[in-house]
């Protein structure tokens, strides 16, 4: 009776949870950093430990979407959103920032910030 149905509204309810957390920690950034260039950035400590949470927010969506995806679709793969984004980097940086915290460096985040979250967005955004 709602085996189908069901399926899909899971599917799509929790492919839109995550897409729209990482879209919105996206837009987070870019609002802590607007009008910055690195020498802000790095002079900045309230921005930079922001910055730093929303990534590790995003971090976590990204595990958590597979991880969930997964449940719903044993055979769900992140690629299927898009195969330009380095998901494996993205789940990765949040270990850094979890475990190896005193090599997480301005310059890397910075690289995270200006090289990155615009493809990540784009393909969130494509995949609603």
């Known amino acids: ?13 929790f492919k ?16 802590f950093v607007a ?3 690195f020498n802000d950035y790095a002079n900045d400590l309230k921005t930079q430990y922001a910055t730093e949470r929303a990534v590790l927010n995003i971090s976590e969506a990204v595990r958590n979407f597979e991880k969930h995806g997964r449940r719903v679709d044993p055979d769900f793969q992140l690629k299927s959103i898009s195969t330009d984004i380095e998901w ?15 090599n997480v460096t301005n310059s890397r985040v910075w690289a995270v910030i200006t090289d990155h979250l615009d493809g990540l967005e784009k393909a969130c955004t494509a995949a609603l």
């Open 1 to 13: 009776m709602f085996g189908g149905n069901l399926h899909v509204s899971m599917s799509e309810s």
């Open 16 to 31: 839109k949870h995550y897409l729209e957390a990482i879209i919105n920690e996206i837009r987070n950034i870019r609002a």
């Open 35 to 37: 009008g910055y260039d």
């Open 88 to 102: 494996n980097k993205i789940k990765g940086i949040g270990n850094v920032m979890r475990h190896d915290y005193e």
